[in-house]
């Protein structure tokens, strides 16, 4: 096919940033499908959360640019970038231990959307249903009505990656998000983030290359802010310059 780059949900295009004179992104090109789960390794300090900083606007670039569905993210706030479609989950997990599940699915729908013209009846009939819908893919239904504060770590990571799914991002990035869970917690999170790209695309940071393996479709190898290399896994885990500076330590 002869995909021309404004077909692709995110192009970021020779981005840089230098803090200090030195470059965490040095001159990065790496484009995502709708569809696509990419994740991003590479060694500690290469640029990876870097990455994110930039595509979220937390951190705003030194050059380059970032279009997402076609609107340059470079030149716009924070909030913005988030009411465009992009979702993003930090490395450790801020669910509100204090409320429940319900809750805290519950304060992250964005109740801007629907404010005029919808009755108040009708519209929390919407919120409750989003609630439980979301709840079930991230298989804490049952525990609806129970208090967060009880949910193992990784259920954190999910109820947190739920909070994002409630707002409908069209593109989810994730930082380490299977770090401190058990097996079977891996196991289940690789299942929920096949679902999850189901209809939106998703770029996860991750060490653990099993579970690299799983959910990738493709892999992008970062070091020293710079693509070593980008493929399917299998080409990638082969590469002697990745297992080199990354998979051989
Ligand atoms: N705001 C900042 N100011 C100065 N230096 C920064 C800033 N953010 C990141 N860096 C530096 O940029 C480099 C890349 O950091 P980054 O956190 O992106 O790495 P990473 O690939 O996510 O590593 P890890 O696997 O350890 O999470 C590091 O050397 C880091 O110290
Ligand atoms: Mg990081």
Request: aromatic fraction near 6%.
């Amino acid at each position: 096919m002869n995909a021309s780059n404004t077909d692709f949900v995110l192009a970021v295009e020779n981005l840089t940033v230098s803090f200090d004179g030195f470059k965490a992104v040095d001159d990065l090109t790496l484009y995502v499908d709708e569809g696509e789960i990419r994740v991003i390794i590479g060694p500690n300090g290469a640029g990876k959360t870097t990455v994110l900083d930039l595509i979220c606007g937390r951190t705003r670039s030194t050059q380059g640019s970032i279009r997402f569905r076609n609107r340059e993210l470079t030149k716009m706030s924070e909030s913005a970038i988030v009411q465009s479609g992009v979702g993003r989950k930090f490395q450790t997990p801020s669910v509100y231990t204090d409320l429940t599940i319900f809750e805290n699915l519950e304060i992250s729908y964005p109740r801007g959307r629907n404010v005029f013209g919808s009755l108040f009846f009708k519209r929390d009939e919407t919120v409750i249903r989003k609630c439980e819908e979301v709840a079930e893919m991230i298989l804490l239904k049952d525990q609806l009505h129970e208090s967060a504060g009880l949910l193992s770590h990784g259920q954190k990571q999910w109820l947190e990656i739920g909070m994002l799914l409630i707002q409908d991002p069209e593109l989810l990035m994730l930082d380490e998000p299977v770090a401190g869970m058990s097996v079977t917690e891996r196991q289940e999170t690789a299942k929920l983030l096949r679902r999850i790209s189901e209809n939106r695309s998703v770029i996860v940071i991750e060490h653990d290359m099993q579970f690299v393996a799983e959910i990738a479709d493709k892999v992008t190898v970062l070091h020293q802010g710079k693509i070593l290399t980008e493929g399917a896994i299998d080409k990638v885990k082969n590469d002697p310059k990745v297992i080199e500076v990354y998979l051989g330590h």
